[in-house]
């Protein structure tokens, strides 16, 4: 009999893991800022040793759960409140 691996984490490629160097580049934020994010539980991580990863997939939720959209509406080039 065969057993299926439903943990998402076993299953993600290696390619979808970054480090903080590449995640505080990407969200243009300071060292301090993602270690915020880390200790209040807002962004998900691994560690391995002294080195944090994080997966790409969890970066795009933090953004998409906390996406604010623009009040302001522009049609046909002019801005409508």
Do not use: C
């Not at 880390?38 to 002294?50: G, M, V």
């Amino acid at each position: 009999m065969e057993t299926t691996n439903t943990n998402p984490i076993s299953s993600t490629p290696l390619e979808d893991w970054i480090d903080n160097y590449t995640v505080i580049h990407l969200l243009h934020i300071s060292a301090r800022t993602l270690q915020t994010l880390r200790a209040n539980n807002t962004l998900p991580y691994s560690r391995i040793n002294n080195k944090i990863y994080y997966r790409r997939q969890d970066l795009q939720q933090v953004l998409a759960d906390n996406y604010v959209p623009s009040a302001i509406e522009f049609t046909h080039g002019k801005i409508i409140k």
